[in-house]
Structures are given as structure tokens and as C-alpha cells.
């Protein structure tokens, strides 16, 4: 296939140097808030045919988290190198020939290449294999991407290309290409295999796993999506050493939620080597996503589709209701990440905790002291960007528009002592105030 010349250049900045291997390409313009235009979007071929077999020497094996789905299981692989191997294992959970990677403008010129290579040494090993072609869509990083105006660009370029129900759509980036990519998959052509390449702490731990996918509205964060399951999920530890120490520290705010919702072994873990996992430790951010992943995929395995409000997925929301609020004030414009806001979430739902008798003044003190060891925000006064707190008013207003809300009434998770909690529907609009004013709201 021959470059077709475009109405606009894509935007530069980044290393586009894995183009030397594919001399064939297709370009649109880059995804731009300002432009009409769709996605950038490059194609080359390679062959679908058995998985390429690195040296088995060294090649590290992965670990392996199970997870159980109502219409098929899937696993979770955790390690090394994975994108180094990357066609080795999502060649057979290729349903056709074609596959097409979203990604984004921050994560392209780290990791596309890699994962590029991959397929490029599979294509050299079994030459005579059926051809497999991949298409890539590049959209612009940060919040913005999960819009359904960009939704609308990338179904377009996506339909443009001829897709049929076997095209696999590859999510290569954090939690926002993830939830994007996975709405995309869920929706175009009544759904598509999808597969998860998550690239964050963050998106390793949490929004890779168990099919939540989603676009925010002006209303709110999230409460546009579906439930769609992907058929792997590949979490490349080495992609972590790329991320911000910022970054990593909104990550670990998804690990510690996880461990004060159900797991106390885990809080306990995290008390004991937070400071290591913010500091960038590959053994332990290894540990780390290998034990989030695993108290994940037991909560979703049982409640896929958040059925069960007791014991159920919804306790994974704990932190949200109060960070979801914050986010969507900021109008979901970057400054805040989700796992800041989430860290202050759980600092307020511990003090909701207190206030409503479930945990004791000790159990705060500790979570809030840990979270602020590892850098994360524990009152509305110490988050990020220039608009100051939200007021009490707008934060209660967005609460009522959370997708667990209930005849306009918001519903919290609120903890019970450290590692258990509950979804309740009972708090009063007075405990909420009260909560705020003692975090730094007004």
C-alpha cells in the first residue's frame, strides 16, 4: 500500500524512527481538540501465524492472574519485557488479520516501537504465515481524549478502514486510552475483540482490569460506557520506568484504595513498601500490580457487572464518589490525575467512617499518614492546578450525578476498620458537609 498524501500534515515531536521497518504507509492528520480532522493513522504488514519464540533462556516467564468473565476468561500476564514479546502473546487472540492500536501522543514515542518490533520479529520468523496488517490511531494525551466528540474521530477513522467483526482493537497506553479504546471496541460494530497493553501504574492496577470501560460527560466522570471484557491483558513492568514519579504516585493511590476496600494484607503490604513503589522499585512494583491484579480479578470474577453491593465490585469504588466530584469540578481538564483524587477520596471516606462509627480515629490517622508519606494529596487544599478547592455546593452537586447515585441521593463506599467497607445509601447531605469542612473544603 502506497502513502496517501493527506489535507494536513500529522503534528511532529516525537520519534517516528520505527517507520524505517515498513516502508508502506497511510497517514491522516493527528487528533487535534481544535480540528476536524480524525486520527493519525499509520498501517503496515506483518503475518499471523504461530507465536515467534524468543530465546527461551532468557526470556522471563510472565506471571499469571485468572480472571472468570460471564461470556469467556481471560488472563492477566505481569512482568518483564513483555512488549519485547509482545506478537508471542497476542497472535493467538487474534481472531482475523487485522488489528488496529490506539494510542496516545505521550505513549507512541515510548512504547509503539517496542511493541512494533515484536511483530516485526514475528513476521521475519514465519514468513510464509497468513499477512496480518495493523493500523494505528494516535490520539492526543490527557482527559480530554475521553470525549464522545473524540469517540465520534476515532469510530470514523476506525469504520474508514473497513473493519469487519474480527478486527482486534489494541489499547496501548494508560487509563484513558484503555477506556476509550475498550468503549470503542464495545460499541463498534455491536463489539470487537480488544486487548489491554496498559503502559501506567494506574492502568495496570486498575482500569485494565475487569472491562469497565467509559467517556466522561460534562455532567460527569465516566457515566458514559459499558461493560466490555478484553481478551488479555499485558502489563509491561518495563513500561513503568518511563512514567513521572507523579504518575507513579497516582497509581499507587488505585493500591491502596484496593487494600482499605478488601484486602488488609495489602494495606499492610503498602504500609510496609509504599515508599519503595513511589520511588520507582521494579521488584516491587512487579509485587505490587501482581497483588492489586489478584484482589481485583477475585472481586470481578464474582460480580462482573457490579450486581452485588454487599460484597461486590462496587466496593472498588471506595475514595470515588468524593474524588469523581473533585475531578469532574476541575472539568476533567488534567491538573487533577484520578489517582490523587482518589487518594483525598479515601482520606474522606475514612473520616466519613469515623463519623458514622465503622472505623476508629487510630484507622484515619494511619491511612492519612500513609497516603502523605508517598506524596499524595489528604486535604482539598494540598491538590494540584490553580483552581483552589471546589466549594462545598459544586462538589454535593456532583455527587448526586454519580453513576452509583440513586433518586438523586449519592451512595458512598465507607470503610470498615482497614480492609473491609461497605456501599451505603444512607449518608445524610449533613455528614457529607461535615466531612468536607474537616478536609479543607468551604
Given at each position: ?27 491522516t492528520p493527528s487528533c487535534h481538540p481544535c480540528r476536524p480532522s480524525l486520527a493519525r493513522l499509520d498501517t503496515f504488514e506483518t503475518t499471523l501465524g504461530p507465536p515467534a519464540m524468543n530465546n527461551p533462556s ?385
Amino acid at each position: 500500500m502506497g502513502k496517501r498524501r493527506s489535507t494536513c500534515q500529522p503534528r511532529g515531536g516525537w520519534n517516528r524512527s520505527w517507520q524505517r521497518f515498513w516502508p508502506s504507509w497511510l497517514t491522516t492528520p493527528s487528533c487535534h481538540p481544535c480540528r476536524p480532522s480524525l486520527a493519525r493513522l499509520d498501517t503496515f504488514e506483518t503475518t499471523l501465524g504461530p507465536p515467534a519464540m524468543n530465546n527461551p533462556s532468557t526470556a522471563q516467564q510472565p506471571l499469571c492472574v485468572h480472571v472468570k468473565g460471564l461470556a469467556a476468561d481471560y488472563d492477566i500476564l505481569t512482568g518483564q519485557g513483555l512488549l519485547q514479546r509482545g506478537a508471542e502473546h497476542i497472535i493467538p487472540h487474534m481472531k482475523g488479520g487485522h488489528g488496529v492500536i490506539i494510542t496516545d501522543e505521550n505513549v507512541a514515542p515510548l512504547h509503539l516501537e517496542t511493541l512494533l518490533e515484536s511483530f516485526q520479529a514475528h513476521a521475519k520468523a514465519h514468513p510464509k504465515a497468513k499477512p496480518v496488517r495493523l493500523d494505528v490511531l494516535t490520539v492526543p494525551a490527557g482527559e480530554r481524549s475521553k470525549s464522545l466528540s473524540r469517540y465520534g474521530h476515532v469510530m470514523d477513522s476506525l469504520l474508514a478502514l473497513g473493519i469487519d467483526r474480527r478486527t482486534t482493537i489494541l489499547a496501548l497506553g494508560g487509563g484513558v486510552v484503555g477506556d476509550l479504546a475498550g468503549f470503542v471496541a464495545a460499541t463498534a460494530l455491536r463489539g470487537l475483540p480488544f486487548i489491554q497493553l496498559p503502559t501506567t501504574l494506574l492502568s495496570q492496577v486498575d482500569s485494565s482490569v475487569g472491562g469497565k470501560t467509559g467517556l466522561n460527560a460534562a455532567a460527569g466522570k465516566n457515566l458514559i460506557g459499558a461493560f466490555w471484557q478484553p481478551q488479555l491483558v499485558l502489563a509491561d513492568s518495563d513500561t513503568l520506568a518511563t512514567l513521572p514519579e507523579r504518575e507513579l504516585k497516582a497509581g499507587y493511590g488505585e493500591i491502596v484504595k484496593s487494600g482499605l476496600a478488601g484486602d488488609k494484607a495489602l494495606f499492610e503490604w503498602c504500609e510496609a513498601n509504599g515508599a519503595g513503589v513511589v520511588a520507582g522499585d521494579p521488584t516491587l512494583l512487579a509485587e505490587a500490580v501482581r497483588r492489586t491484579c489478584t484482589f481485583k480479578a477475585r472481586i470481578v470474577s464474582a460480580d462482573e457487572h457490579e450486581r452485588n453491593e454487599t460484597t461486590g465490585r462496587a466496593l472498588l469504588n471506595l475514595g470515588h464518589t468524593f474524588g469523581h466530584a473533585f475531578e469532574t469540578a476541575q472539568h476533567h481538564e488534567g491538573a487533577l490525575l484520578h489517582g490523587e483524587a482518589v487518594a483525598l477520596g479515601l482520606c474522606q471516606a475514612m473520616a466519613l467512617a469515623v463519623l458514622r462509627g465503622s472505623a476508629t480515629e487510630e484507622e484515619k490517622q494511619r491511612v492519612t499518614r500513609h497516603l502523605a508519606q508517598t506524596g499524595l494529596p489528604t486535604t482539598a487544599q494540598e491538590l494540584p492546578g490553580d483552581h483552589g478547592a471546589p466549594s462545598i455546593e459544586v462538589l454535593l452537586h456532583h455527587m448526586t450525578r454519580d453513576k452509583k447515585a440513586r433518586d438523586g441521593k449519592a451512595a458512598f463506599v465507607v470503610p470498615h476498620g482497614l480492609g473491609a467497607s461497605q456501599l451505603e445509601r444512607t449518608v445524610t447531605t449533613a455528614e457529607i458537609r461535615q466531612v468536607l469542612l474537616a478536609t479543607g473544603c468551604a
